[in-house]
């Protein structure tokens, strides 16, 4: 395997090397966060479409990756879901945790249900300053995990998401060309920086009037959520949600399930109850629960990592700073 060293393009030995064989390789980590599994859903298609492109990642959830193991990779995709027309707070505070890098590569995507304000350019802010180069990003339309558990399973809105093709996003089909091509070019010689892309501002007065609109009807809809979690009588203390919350903001105390203030807002354990007995004020009863694009979305357990990090809870860093 040819690793091309942070950016670094290869000397003409390793070019020729490279033109000879088909692809050469990169270390890529594809580096995202998932509440429900619509990001976790992008971003094993985009693994998967890369790898049809010669292009082999490896793949984490920010609840596993500790931000300082991204230097074991050549090149960065993020992705995210948006929260309030930005990045969750959360990731950006991890984003922060990344080490400071020379000229690294990193490619933004993100998915949403109706508006991303100016998350892109945040992102590529936050990591420009960290010494990344953007190469390029991409927003894909998604359910909204957000209004889905407040709908019965009958409305328009959840038949939609339940009868939309999964199977061949054209959004992420063009990005992971757009990836491979990049790192082709970044194999054949170009410098990281000469394949910098920036992403369009749109229109700097409307996307802010969008924003102060959008940042107040979410103010108001956090409090709401933040504090309305309750678990009805239909809770068995499987501990499920317990072990799946990201922000470890969920316990089980004298056999009944209570919930702090850390929440991330994040909807997974609504979505995730077997018993479908989570709810949020009583706007949720006996409506939809949304499972992720293929029905079937789980969170990587806490057995998981514990297995993967046996000496000690590392991964609990994610996402707190
Ligand atoms: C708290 C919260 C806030 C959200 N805010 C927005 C938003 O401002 N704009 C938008 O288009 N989608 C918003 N969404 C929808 C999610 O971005 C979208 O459904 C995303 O695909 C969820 O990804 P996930 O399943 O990987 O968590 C929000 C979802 C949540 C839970």
């Known amino acids: 395997m040819i690793i091309v060293s942070h950016g670094r393009p290869l000397s003409s030995p390793q070019v020729e090397i490279c033109r000879n064989r088909e692809w050469c390789l990169m270390r890529v980590l594809i580096l995202y966060f998932s509440g429900t599994g619509n990001t976790d859903y992008v971003a094993k298609y985009l693994q998967r479409k890369l790898a049809i492109l010669s292009v082999d990642s490896d793949l984490g959830s920010i609840e596993n990756i500790l931000p300082e193991e991204s230097t074991e990779f050549d090149l960065l995709i993020i992705g995210f879901p948006i929260y309030a027309g930005a990045p969750p707070v959360f990731f950006q505070q991890y984003l922060n945790l990344l080490p400071n890098v020379n000229q690294k590569g990193i490619f933004v995507f993100c998915t949403r249900a109706m508006f991303a304000g100016h998350a892109i350019n945040d992102v590529y802010e936050q990591l420009g300053r960290k010494g990344y180069i953007p190469l390029d990003y991409k927003i894909i339309g998604m359910p909204g995990s957000d209004?889905?558990?407040?709908?019965?399973?009958s409305s328009k809105y959840v038949q939609k998401a339940l009868n939309k093709d999964y199977s061949d996003i054209k959004e992420i089909n063009e990005f992971a060309e757009r990836i491979a091509y990049v790192i082709g070019e970044i194999n054949r010689g170009k410098t990281v920086a000469a394949m910098r892309r920036r992403a369009p501002r749109g229109i700097p007065l409307l996307n802010t009037i969008f924003q102060l609109l959008w940042d107040f009807g979410y103010k108001f809809a956090e409090k709401k959520i933040k504090t309305g979690f309750w678990a009805d009588e239909k809770c068995v203390q499987c501990g499920l949600?317990?072990?799946q919350c990201p922000s470890k903001n969920i316990s089980l105390i004298n056999g009944s399930v209570t919930f702090n203030t850390r929440c991330y807002m994040c909807m997974r354990c609504i979505n995730q109850c077997p018993e479908e007995a989570i709810q949020i004020g009583k706007g949720t009863v006996n409506k939809f629960r949304w499972k992720g694009p293929t029905g079937y979305f789980r969170p990587e357990s806490k057995e998981f990592f514990e297995k993967k990090y046996p000496e000690d809870?590392?991964?609990?860093?994610?996402?707190?700073v």
Do not use: I, M, Q, T
């Open 147 to 153: 209004g889905l558990p407040f709908v019965s399973e």
């Open 241 to 243: 949600c317990v072990r």
């Open 313 to 320: 809870n590392r991964p609990r860093k994610a996402g707190r």
